[in-house]
């Protein structure tokens, strides 16, 4: 694996940030937002710039040093952990907008991204951009953004433009937060603090730079030359699996401290003595090593394809990181799950956490980019099928 491009380590950031976001993560919760605290600890520890070129100003660290700074933050605070790793790795989109564009969004050191693909607005072409409407779903972090991305489809008329292969023209637009309203709707039963709430413009001009069609990540701009951008879209499901297992892992922990002290009602018998609990809990501890062993080397093998051959990773190596976004992903569920039935009574209480693990691992799994339902998709490409799945091919 390569060295750290920065000085910035995942045990120095973490140590900067997570006594923090532990110390606001209630507060979040009743918001439906992340403490402000909270966000301003992230954006001074450089965490929404460890995946922006040095060109830019930003860390360009390795995958593997940033995924474990994911982690981190979610076994500290799951809604701290989604913001952290859907920001960050939003700015991976930086490599296909022009390079002037991209030196406007992201040279800012107070970058804070959010964004969303669907569903996808209307983009009208006009002299030296597009007008842009649309309101788009689940904008994490959008009270706190300082630009936030929209996908649409580039209009003729009343009718999408077509492009050679058939398909709709998408595109990615870019907008500062003063031309963007936020539809306050985020109402869930977990991740209540990332504030995903809709996000709204309507008939806003974006200039030329920062609207980029959406095409395989093969031409990257200038800034995006390293090894980490050969690497897709293909850590999009990584990313949000290591989120569910850092949730998965607090809930073990929590569990195992309360068994030293808990004796279920009408028994004799400590939660630690009983059979049941040590079954559960060794196998919930087995599912999160499995998940984030699978995770890693997948990352790491992938990664050291792009740094050897200097070639963007395809379908081959690319397999290995879906199935290691889904597996991971089940494998944090069925853990949090098996928590929840060791617990107890302690897993319905507003005052303890258990409840809130279950409740945000299980609206991470719903998340369509690593949800199970991914293994059909990969399971086609290794029978030999054509996915529909057009983010394998970015």
């Keep these: 694996m390569a060295t750290l491009q920065s000085t910035a380590t995942p045990d120095a950031i973490l140590a900067q940030v997570t006594p923090v976001i532990r110390k606001h993560a209630a507060s979040g919760e009743i918001q439906r937002r992340l403490a402000p605290e909270a966000v301003q600890a992230m954006i001074d520890a450089g965490v929404f710039r460890a995946w922006i070129p040095q060109a830019l100003g930003g860390l360009e660290l390795d995958p593997l040093s940033v995924l474990r700074v994911f982690e981190g933050i979610a076994h500290a605070d799951g809604s701290a952990g989604w913001v952290a790793s859907n920001s960050t790795n939003a700015t991976l989109l930086g490599q296909i907008l022009p390079d002037d564009g991209a030196a406007e969004v992201f040279s800012d050191p107070k970058l804070l991204l959010a964004g969303a693909a669907f569903p996808p ?120 699996a290591i989120t569910a297992l850092g949730i998965a892992r607090a809930a073990v922990e929590d569990a195992i401290a309360l068994a030293a002290t808990k004796t279920p009602s009408y028994t004799m018998t400590g939660l630690a003595d009983r059979p049941v609990a040590q079954d559960r809990i060794a196998r919930a501890k087995a599912a999160i090593e499995a998940g984030m062993s699978y995770v890693e080397r997948s990352v790491q093998r992938a990664y050291e394809h792009t740094l050897a051959s200097g070639a963007r990773i395809g379908i081959e190596q690319g397999i290995p990181l879906a199935l290691a976004g889904s597996y991971g992903h089940e494998a944090a569920n069925q853990a949090v799950d098996l928590v929840h039935w060791v617990v107890g009574t302690s897993g319905i209480r507003a005052e303890q956490r258990f409840q809130q693990y279950f409740r945000d691992v299980h609206t991470v799994s719903q998340h369509a980019f690593s949800t199970p339902s991914r293994f059909e998709l990969v399971g086609k490409l290794l029978l030999g099928r054509e996915t529909d799945w057009a983010f394998y091919t970015l």
Aim: include cysteine.
């Design 121 to 240: 607005g209307a983009a009208v072409p006009v002299d030296g951009g597009y007008r842009i409407t649309g309101q788009w779903n689940f904008g994490s972090a959008c009270n706190y953004a300082t630009w936030l991305g929209g996908a649409a489809l580039v209009m003729d008329g009343d009718v999408p433009r077509l492009g050679p292969d058939g398909n709709p023209v998408m595109v990615l637009a870019l907008f500062p937060a003063a031309d963007v309203e936020i539809v306050d709707n985020w109402n869930t039963l977990g991740l209540r603090g990332t504030g995903s709430h809709d996000y709204r413009v309507q008939d806003v001009f974006a200039p030329e730079r920062r609207v980029a069609v959406f095409a395989p990540f093969d031409h990257p701009g200038a800034a995006y030359k390293g090894p980490l951008y050969r690497m897709g879209f293909w850590l999009d499901a990584i990313r949000i």
